[in-house]
């Protein structure tokens, strides 16, 4: 906590209460960090990839049903405003004030998209049972372009999830995904009925304008309800940084063992318990 103290006095965008709240509750809300420039220059560079989807994209909705609920990742490798905007100040400092590094690498990026009159929910999961990761020091920033409210399908969270000492196995977003036999491969423990999960756990969720983030650890359980409304859209992006703690894990079944995803991403050449190194995590910040 001491070393969190004195981050807080070097960087300040964020007080002790909200990374204590980030620790006892696995997320926490940080308003107005991003500025307006950002969130019309990254919502004009959100509509380019929507009109242009990369071999490596989903679309989470079927033929025929109304709205569309996007996905795609690593995109800073293709489009200049969203490999700056990952990098810019208030990102990567953020996360430095939240991970207790020397060094902050950037993990990638996940475009979550949900036009209006979606109905496609975001099944409730943690993070880093898809990921091919080992460590402590990872969060995720949840950036949205346009307002969100509960009704457009704001990320919802569980309490104090992360503190379950619960790793499940990874849910499949959407039927035609490709991840269903590959997360089949990972072996792990099956989460108990989500619903009832959701039920009985004490849901977080925050109405955000354009500017606020939300910052989650890679072990709270979260979902988030289709866009309901007419017309507002929710356009979303979780970015994924890493500290010096974290390792490579090479367990079968995580995301990069995607076919879909893996033709668009170089050979990877960290091996088990490796220091993560190299272009495609770079580092984006250091003390
Ligand atoms: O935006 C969503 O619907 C889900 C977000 C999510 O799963 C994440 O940020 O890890």
Redesign the pocket.
Known sequence: MLTFAVMKNELSLVDADTIKEYHENGVCVVRNLISPEWIARMGEATDRILANPSPGSMEYTADGKTGRYYGDFFIWRRDSDFNEFMRSDPLVRLAAEFMQSEEIRFFYD?L?V?EPQTAEE?PL?Q?LPYWPLRGEQII?I?AGFDPVTEEA?A?QYIKGSHRWGKFYAPATFGNASNFADIYAKAGLEEMPDPDQLIREGEMLHWDLAPGDVVV?HPLTL???KGNLTATGR?R?L?LRYIGEDVTWDDRPGTFVNNPNLAKTLPEINLTDGESIHGELFPVVWQR
């Open positions: 996940q979550l949900k975001t999961h993070d995720s949840w399908g990320v989650h979260h979902y988030a929710r979303g979780a």
